[in-house]
């Protein structure tokens, strides 16, 4: 039996059972019956449903796949003209913007209390992006003044854990004495080390000509899926004594934190703390005749967040 | 639209989902009727037109409400129930402010008809309907889904079953559609700034500070061993029918019956792990094409895939249907009952995997580095003396072996030049299509594997390829960049096929996550050593630091999407386009 025979006399059989259901209505369920109402069902289906079969497939009815494909694509070769208006299928360059409050805390110690922030973020796709970074800390006694630090750098990816950021940095003193500040052009690199070290590290050159460095590092430990652990460490290393800002030339200061927050989901951690700032050689000096604490342990509490 | 209203539209029997496709039937997604039916499938009609709006409605989602973008008001969009050898004819309005489209997943068709905005067409624009109209030369279980932004993620994706012009080569009494979804209350848009942000931003199952020596290699290679899926539990609800956990959505069995579920993954980034405690399932076609039967306890579903099983439950009482996600953070789930209302136990969500070495690629020279306990079971993998010789018989016994290229030995990775696009590199590569996949592993059942699959009949077109491509799959997960090459979209936008070649492509994943690759309009015969008998898939997991084959029949013109199923990733740059070229003329 040839496959067209089949073929013929299933959709027979087909336009049987079709003429024979809807003559036969009373079998019928009445929604479906409705529905027929709805939509005037009547011969004329039938009959262009056999237009469909005889007129469109001919004698190829699935007889070969390979003929059917080509069938399926007969009108493929005319080109579309309005090709060039199309959307593209995908927007895979698309600006996103983060911004991460790492530290907004009160840090309290024996000789002073400070509040502090610690920020960061970025506007940018996949390979370049714009950074803001600031940090500051501000004494809650009065008259004892405070500094503030802002970057603004271009960042671009060179390695696939590794952004190379250059820009510019501004600092401002506050005090006793009068304001004073003073810029820097920054070349850094940010990124994630072998195991999970999140680095952040530059050099700056100040507009006196300056050159001083710094490597912050830090990790992120999971007690629980919310609970995480934050140990923090930063030196500060300058070339050149600049007296005015309380800098000695070598290592400036040695910085250790730890932080237990808890994610109250991902945008929102309050958390507690530690942390310890020690100055070393000439800017110890420098801070001593001051009449500054050199050693400096504070407890710490606020919180982070991740817009 | 003066001729809405002459339109002829006709109403049909549907299965599963008890939806028609009509004028104006409108159907929530929570009031689904949900009706048994296997008709005799001579009484079904076929609709000569079908009408489907496309627009925003109120749904519900459980207990919540939600807006999504719904077809026909309806999550997932109505079933379109059609006959091989007819001629579909769709009508799309788009009512919403934005441009939408049709794909229509796993169907071969002209390529105008392919409804990928900027490859097969200009999309349709707010207002507008768009007319699809292409013959039916196949059937089986399909579905079709929006390919615009991220609306698939908001509801935009339906069932198609084809029925076939002779008799399908198994039995059934029933058949419905399983059709499993993750919903997300956020807006997918807010759902990609937190993974750009953070990609992590969804895993709530990362390891602590007691795994710490444990992943001391992870962490080195700044790696999470936990990475099994980009969106979770954290903030999907696991869909089946439209219909939360909760809900159970009920198929209706006689005990005795044969009943065939049609399982189609429509989500837009979940991998699920389906199985039937208490059932064994006869896996009979694989992305709608009809496969030599299977029986298993559990298949894992990629995003995309679609697996058609037949059970015979036996017994007066209910079953599950439970679908846990890959990542095993939360589930889809529903019921085979003889009535409604009735509830089987739950199964546990089992524990979240972890990747493995062999994930990372590692060669086992590697092995004294780390010794975790999944070592062990990944070695035997490697060595695969053991689980190969079941394999080796099979083949043989088809005695097509000669024809295959089949190989599992691991290989050096020998491309890592990939850039910042790629990180991770897998130190080796291999055939992976004997494992279940992550999680699958040691579950002491009979898991649903690649190699498992051959096709009923033999492919009609034994050519041995002219002619190889390799494609990387590639990705930076610290800034949730994927690509293929290390190329996204926007940088290499075209692959060249050759009109009537008979092409091998070679994926070869460099990344440490299944990816569910999808070829429109041709189909993919997965060269898994079933040598005659390649089954035929639209869309193909490839696993972590896996290399495998498809053979293509390049027999279409035109352009034509190659993408990860993975909604996420595709947005983000993992899709190319395939330009059918005239061959080049060789030189001498």
Redesign the interface.
């Known amino acids: 039996m040839s496959l067209k025979t089949?073929?013929y006399s299933?959709f027979l059989?087909?336009l049987l059972?079709?003429i024979n259901?809807l003559t036969d209505v009373s079998t019928v369920k009445s929604e479906?019956i409705q529905?027929?109402e709805?939509?005037?069902?009547n011969e004329?289906?039938i009959n262009?449903?056999q237009d469909?079969?005889t007129q469109?497939?001919g004698e190829n009815?699935?007889t070969?796949?390979?003929l059917?494909?080509?069938?399926?694509?007969?009108?493929?070769?005319t080109p579309?003209k309005?090709e060039e208006?199309?959307?593209?299928?995908?927007?895979?360059?698309e600006i996103?913007w983060?911004l991460l409050v790492d530290q907004l805390e009160y840090r309290g110690s024996d000789s002073k209390d400070f509040f502090r922030w610690d920020i960061e973020g970025w506007v940018g796709g996949?390979?370049e992006r714009i950074w803001l970074k600031t940090e500051g800390e501000v004494a809650f006694a009065k008259d004892d003044g405070g500094e503030a630090e802002i970057q603004l750098l271009y960042g671009y990816?060179?390695?696939?854990?590794w952004d190379l950021q250059v820009g510019l940095r501004y600092d401002r003193i506050y005090g006793s004495e009068d304001d004073r500040g003073r810029a820097f052009a920054v070349i850094g690199l940010e990124g994630?080390?072998?195991?999970?070290y999140e680095v952040d590290t530059a050099l700056f050159i100040s507009e006196n000509g300056d050159l001083s460095a710094r490597f912050q590092v830090e990790q992120e430990?999971?007690?629980?899926?919310k609970l995480i652990?934050q140990p923090r460490f930063e030196i500060n290393v300058a070339a050149q004594k600049v007296e005015n800002f309380g800098i000695g030339s070598g290592v400036n200061d040695i910085e250790l934190g730890l932080r237990l927050r808890y994610e109250i989901n991902?945008n929102y951690a309050p958390y507690l703390g530690i942390n310890w700032i020690r100055l070393v050689g000439e800017t110890e000096n420098l801070a001593r005749k001051d009449g500054e604490s050199v050693d400096n342990f504070s407890v710490v509490g606020g919180i982070r967040m991740?817009f | 639209m003066p001729n809405f209203l002459h339109r002829r539209n006709f109403l049909r029997f549907t299965t599963g989902l008890g939806l028609v496709v009509g004028l104006d039937y409108f159907s929530p997604a929570y009031a689904k009727q949900i009706k048994s039916i296997k008709a005799d499938q001579t009484q079904l009609k076929y609709p000569e037109i079908i009408d489907l709006i496309i627009q925003e409605t109120g749904v519900k989602i459980g207990e919540q409400n939600a807006t999504g973008i719904t077809v026909n008001n309806s999550i997932p969009a109505p079933l379109i129930r059609l006959k091989e050898g007819q001629i579909a004819k769709i009508n799309v309005t788009n009512k919403l402010d934005e441009d939408t489209s049709i794909h229509w997943h796993g169907i071969i068709l002209p390529v105008k008809m392919d409804g990928v905005p900027g490859v097969s067409f200009a999309g349709i624009k707010p207002g507008q309907t768009f007319t699809y109209e292409f013959p039916i030369i196949q059937s089986g279980t399909y579905w079709y889904h929006g390919h615009s932004g991220l609306q698939e993620q908001r509801g935009h994706f339906g069932p198609i079953i084809i029925d076939p012009i002779e008799s399908d080569p198994f039995q059934y009494d029933k058949d419905y559609v399983v059709m499993l979804s993750d919903w997300t209350f956020e807006d997918p848009y807010d759902v990609l700034k937190n993974l750009k942000k953070m990609s992590s931003y969804y895993n709530n199952q990362k390891r602590t500070v007691e795994n710490l020596s444990e992943d001391s290699m992870w962490r080195q290679m700044r790696m999470d061993p936990t990475d099994i899926a980009d969106i979770t539990g954290a903030t999907y609800t696991y869909l089946i029918n439209g219909l939360v956990p909760e809900t159970n959505w009920t198929a209706i069995f006689k005990p005795g019956e044969k009943v065939r579920l049609r399982f189609i993954n429509g989500s837009a980034m979940t991998f699920f792990d389906v199985r039937i405690p208490g059932l064994k399932m006869t896996v009979v076609q694989a992305d709608g094409q009809n496969i030599q039967p299977v029986i298993v306890d559990e298949f894992r579903m990629g995003t995309a895939e679609t697996y058609d099983i037949i059970v015979e439950p036996k017994n007066e009482q209910a079953y599950t249907i439970f679908a846990e996600t890959m990542d095993r953070s939360g589930y889809a789930r529903g019921t085979l009952a003889i009535s409604q209302g009735m509830t089987a136990p739950i199964p546990k969500l089992r524990e979240r995997p972890v990747r493995s070495m062999k994930d990372m690629g590692m060669n086992h020279d590697m092995s004294g580095m780390n010794n975790n306990l999944h070592m062990n079971h990944d070695m035997s993998g490697m060595n695969s003396n053991s689980t190969m010789n079941h394999d080796m018989s099979g083949m043989n016994s088809n005695s097509t072996m000669n024809h295959d290229m089949f190989n599992d030995e691991a290989v050096p990775n020998i491309s890592n030049d990939f850039g910042v696009r790629n990180a991770g590199v897998p130190m080796m590569v291999q055939s992976r299509l004997n494992e279940p996949g992550i999680g699958l592993e040691n579950t002491g059942t009979r898991v649903l594997v690649y190699s498992d699959l051959r096709n009923i009949a033999p492919g009609y077109d034994q050519r041995k390829p002219d002619r190889e491509i390799e494609l990387h799959l590639t990705g930076n997960m610290e800034r949730y960049m994927w690509s293929f090459n290390g190329k996204k979209y926007s940088e290499e936008k075209e692959i060249a096929f050759y009109k009537g070649e008979r092409l091998r492509l070679t994926f070869i994943n460099q990344t440490m996550m299944e990816h569910p690759i999808h070829l429109h309009g041709m189909w993919m015969e997965l060269d898994n050593g079933a040598g005659q008998y390649k089954p035929r898939k639209h869309t193909i997991i490839v696993k972590p630091a896996e290399k495998l084959s498809v053979e293509i029949n390049v027999d279409v013109s035109g352009k034509w999407p190659l993408h990860c199923h993975l909604l996420y990733h595709m947005k983000v740059g993992m899709f190319r386009t395939v330009a059918i070229m005239d061959h080049p003329v060789e030189a001498g």
Do not use: H, M
């Open positions: 089949i073929i299933s059989t087909g059972s079709c259901f479906i529905n027929l709805k939509f005037k069902l004329t289906i262009s449903n469909i079969f469109d497939f009815i699935v070969n796949e390979s059917n494909q080509e069938f399926a694509q007969q009108d493929d070769e579309n309005d208006n199309w959307p593209s299928p995908i927007e895979d360059d996103f983060f996949d390979y990816l060179i390695a696939p854990f994630l080390a072998p195991d999970l430990l999971l007690i629980t899926q652990l991902r991740l």
